[in-house]
């Protein structure tokens, strides 16, 4: 029918039947966990979507207006061009509050998404050989959707995320030797300069974006090129891939998982209120709003901040201000160690074989406790960037809760990697065998035993596990 | 005989539905303390607060070394504290916040008639929302309210346990009294850094904002990225990672007879 | 799959397409209507979750569950493959007759490739100076404010202040008169006592009447000190904690800030208008490398 017939007409065009053939018949593995890439991509998919529109509405200038709009408590007050875009599109653009709140609501879930993912690959080991360059361009697309948040949500010049752009220039400033002119080149001069958002809209649409799009088709592709890890099972091994076929039930799922996901969106951003700016007021630079956060994926750098004591380096005259410890050197350290990882790993445990059968987390315990170590230390930083909200709604003093912050974000962590560790050990002690020495026997009719081939279906049996010796894991046949 | 009793009642009935009647005619915004309290009411206020305040405040207002001198703290302060219930105050040390107060109305106004005797301090004073500006009111509020009470009112913390509270429950005229005398750690904002039409701006915003426009939908409290965060964390992708099992787990049953090789 | 599990599974998706229908009717209908926010993402909601509904049904319902293998090619390419490649490569060591170049050519070949490398790494270094047009350099733009000395003090309408405008426990965001708004110039004018004080040595007449002024912009990095708690004479800074004494010039004394706000000289003129004595004397705000230049 017509679809054949395009198919021929494009064929002979094309000659891709052949390439189309191969495409339908990729087999995708189906665990779950799987889909939560899936997840982050279909926020991105709404976020281009969502930005889109906002992007006829936003006016990314910095130019003083006088606002004579429908939001009463700010009307004759004086405003930047983009802020009050910002209260048009959400009171006098219909739609235009629901647009820019699923927008707001797909980038927080965007951003947890990517961790989620970035989690999951870390516990299972899917960033070793042969994936090592997949997980450094997912590290970096990680990095560029924190700054897309950061520049997206300081785009309305509002006072909140004005004070946020504050403190992102003092701690561009604080960079040894070039901080004051990088701070300078950034923004257009002094804090905070007539430039800053309309070279933020510039960054936050076109030029981040591109770059995601870029480096995400280079993660997919290699994801197609190398085909998805698999966890172990039976009738799954290293040189094999057991699942559905892209065409048609993993489209129809995945497809499923994308009107979730903007359903999810989308009934958050019609019924959840979210970044209210006309209450925060327009930007002036000598007001602030005690209880002022940054979003929560950067409420971890705002954590370092306040906990850190006041300390900072002079030497022969110069000096390196205080914020620059928690706010370059730290996430610094963090992503060069996260981007090395799959190399230092590999240097730990001198496996550099392809390993295309994923981990059990239990099965790595030391891998497993660092992971949740780490992860620990930086929930403690991000819990502890709300410690003037934790004081007042809980009557405590805020000192009080830094002291104890500044002793938890050390001791936690400790703390969880020994548990971790120990109960990893504990659960993967069950009943293992090397699974050469496993025998799979059937009953009989008769009611006598005999020993099955291996692969053949059999109810009941458990999959074989692999009982290693902390990370010794001899290179896979 | 009855025409003078007539006169006498003419002239003692007159006054007081005169009274009334005036009273009546005050309009909504207008305070209750336009007369000068009698000696009665002085006294009266005299023998509450030696109950209730002079262990702490001392036997003539002078102050003692737990709390400080009432002589010249004038009307609004007392009426602040006292309607708001922080005083009297339990526990010295700890910062005095809002409670149910202890005294009726016309116990209130006999003490804050007695601490208005003492010295002259800051009237009550008179507050009439309606006339102030919506706009100039969010303007001020946001330069000289926000970095304590947050934008939204919130509250919040300042150091060493003490907090900024919510303004949520604070009447006109408790949040005019406020700005007059500037209790506990506020500061003080007299009628020559904010005028009077100022401060009933600032009032009225403070109105707007016990019951602000939500145009977006649930509010989360108003306390901004913390709750929008968690709605994010836990519930966004808690229910997007439910609807990935779910689309997995039935599809894993069904697949476990065999496979087909391609 | 028996044939009435798929009819079941036909009627939900059917019901969920119906939905999905329905609701994006209703949003056509709701937006003519003029729009309301909290039903647009209800019903936006309700169409989607109905599609994805739809498709994952079908996914576990109607279409064929596999599971399928298929077999891993092993990802290197082959010997004969990696050589053909770089014997391939190797084309660019031919000269023009398709021969192996001597070893005076390659020589000449190499030299050529140094040259090429100088020339574009010169241009990708030139290509860079552009960038630097995106912003002035700092200069003594970091070192000086807008204040000067005899700059009267105005608040933030631009009235000028009077020695007797603030009660004692009062305080105000002041700009330099003809500055008001001026970042770097925004600075605290808190009426700490009623008489005058000497916050530091040197500074006996820095504050008159007891006015003392502080730069807002805290030392750490950057937010407005907003938070002056008079009763403990403190200033309170609400980003990261850093407070402030306000009666021995403004010292940290938590928090992470590690410099005292820098104060403004005060004076009262004539006609009893609070002024600056003189600008302040280090830069404000956070610090930087060469801050102590």
Known sequence: MLIRRLARWLDSRLGAARFARTALNKVFPDHWSFMIGEIALYCLVILILTGVYLTFFFVPDSREVVYHGSYAPLRGAHMSAAYQSTLRVSFDVRAGLVMRQIHHWAALIFIGSIIVHMVRIFFTGAFRRPRELNWAVGVTLLLLALANGFTGYSLPDDQLSGTGLRIAYSVLESVPFLGPWMAFLVFGGEFPSDDIISRLFTIHVLIVPALIVGLLSVHLGLLVRQKHTQFRGRGRTERNVVGSKLWPTFTAKTLGLFFFVFAVCAALGGLAQINPVWLYGPFKAQAVSSGSQPDWYIGWLEGALRLMPPWELRVAGFEIPNPFFPGVLLPGVTFAVIYAWPWIEQRFTKDRAEHHLLDRPRDRPVRTGLGVAVLTFYVVLFVAGGDDVIASHFNLSVNDVVYVFRGLVFVLPAVAYYVTYRLCKELSARARLPADELALLARTPEGGYVEVEPGVEEPGVDEPGVDEEDEELSPSS | ?262 | MSVSAEQRATRHIAVALGLTTASALGLAVLYALGGQSQLEGILLALALGGLGYAFVVAARRLLPQGPFTEDREPLASSEADLEGFGSDFDRLYQDAEGEEGSGQALARRRFLLRMFGAAVGAMGLAALFPIASLGPRPGDALFETKWRKGSRVVDEQGKPVKAGDLKVGGVLTVFPEGWVGAADSQTLLIRATDHAITTRPGREDWSPRGYVAYSKICTHAGCPVGLYQHSIQRLLCPCHQSTFEVLTGATPVFGPATRALPQLPLMVDENGDLRAQHDFDQPVGPGFWNRER
Do not use: W
Not at chain 2, 13 to 31: E, M, N, Q, Y
């Open chain 2, 1 to 262: 005989m009855l025409a003078r009793r007539l006169v006498v009642a003419v002239v003692v009935v007159a006054p007081a539905v005169l009274l009334l009647a005036a009273t009546a005619f005050a309009g909504p915004g207008k305070v209750r303390q336009a007369e000068q309290p009698s000696a009665e009411q002085v006294e009266r206020g005299r023998q509450l607060y030696l109950t209730s305040c002079s262990s702490c405040h001392g036997a003539e207002g002078e102050g003692t070394s737990i709390a400080p001198s009432l002589i010249g703290v004038g009307a609004a302060a007392a009426d602040f504290q006292l309607t708001t219930g922080r005083m009297p105050l339990t526990d010295p040390n700890a910062q005095a916040v809002r409670k149910p107060p202890a005294f009726d109305r016309n116990q209130i106004d006999d003490i804050v008639a007695y601490v208005a005797s003492l010295g002259s301090g800051p009237p009550i004073p008179e507050v009439n929302p309606d006339a102030g500006s919506l706009s100039e009111g969010a303007n001020l509020f946001l330069n000289n309210c926000a970095a304590c009470h947050s934008a939204a009112g919130v509250g919040g913390a300042l150091s060493y346990g003490n907090d900024a509270p919510d303004l949520h429950h604070a009447t006109a005229e408790q949040i005019a009294e406020a700005i007059r005398t500037g209790p506990g750690q506020m500061p003080v904002f007299g009628p020559d850094t904010f005028s009077d039409h100022q401060v009933n701006s600032i009032v009225r915003y403070v109105r707007y904002l016990h019951e602000p426009d939500d145009p977006g939908g649930f509010s989360l409290g108003r306390i901004g990225p913390i709750t929008e965060g968690m709605v994010a964390l836990l519930i966004g992708i808690p229910v997007l990672l439910f609807v990935c099992r779910r689309i997995e787990e039935a599809h894993e049953r069904a697949s476990r007879g065999g496979s087909e090789s391609t």
